[in-house]
């Protein structure tokens, strides 16, 4: 069992930073890759990034270039820190913890997080 608490999100100005944290309980959080997904109003939820438990790490193209996913294991915690934020990167953004690795299926993530809203101002 993983339990999930994401933090960092808020309101910035277009072109602007934030670093989203996701702080994780469990013992067998190293075990499992890690990911970020959003879900914009009116759209499903889409995968951004993931990292394996030995730090490798996935993009989809829609964020590529602007975000970069770390974690940390001795802490139980996944950052995702976003550059050059777009108002269309407005969003719920979801950390979440995958049964299977290197995936970016919504379906083999077991454990969510309850969402940290992102607001990109233009």
């Known amino acids: 069992q993983v339990h999930l608490v994401e933090s960092g999100g808020g309101l910035v100005q277009a072109g602007g930073s934030l670093r989203l944290s996701c702080a994780a309980s469990?013992?067998?959080?190293?075990?499992?890759?890690m990911g970020w997904f959003r879900q914009a109003p009116g759209k499903e939820r889409e995968f951004v990034a993931g990292?394996?438990?030995?730090?490798?790490?996935y993009y989809a193209n829609s964020m590529k270039g602007r975000i970069t996913i770390s974690r940390d294991n001795a802490k139980n915690t996944v950052y995702l820190q976003m550059n050059s934020l777009k108002p269309e990167d407005t969003a719920v953004y979801y950390c979440?913890?995958?049964?299977?690795?290197?995936?970016?299926?919504?379906?083999?993530?077991?454990?969510w997080g309850q969402g940290t809203q992102v607001i990109a101002s233009s």
């Open positions: 979440a913890a995958s049964q299977r690795p290197n995936s970016s299926l919504l379906s083999e993530y077991k454990y």
């Open positions: 469990g013992r067998t959080f190293s075990r499992h890759d």
């Open positions: 990292i394996s438990w030995s730090g490798g790490t």
